[in-house]
């Protein structure tokens, strides 16, 4: 592999990395969120049954983030980027 590749590799890798990363934290603002709703006083109870549930669905959200993000390292390495680069 020559040089130049293996650094825009890296650099695809880290990009991908950030952009998990960011879309985690958004994914943990929102479910701190919800589960602050949690606290409203008087609330019903179906109320913050669903707010419970929405802040963990948020969580769960980052299970298949981090599977794309293996996948996407499998593309990137096997170079399919710079194969369609070419046409």
Known sequence: MKPESIER???RKKEAVVGILMFGLLQLVCAVS???LCWIP??????????GALGGLCLLLLIPALVVLKQRFKEIEGGELDAAAEY
């Open 42 to 51: 008087d609330a019903p109870g179906w109320l913050l049954v669903l707010f």
């Open 9 to 11: 590799q890296k650099k």
């Open 34 to 36: 919800f589960w602050s």
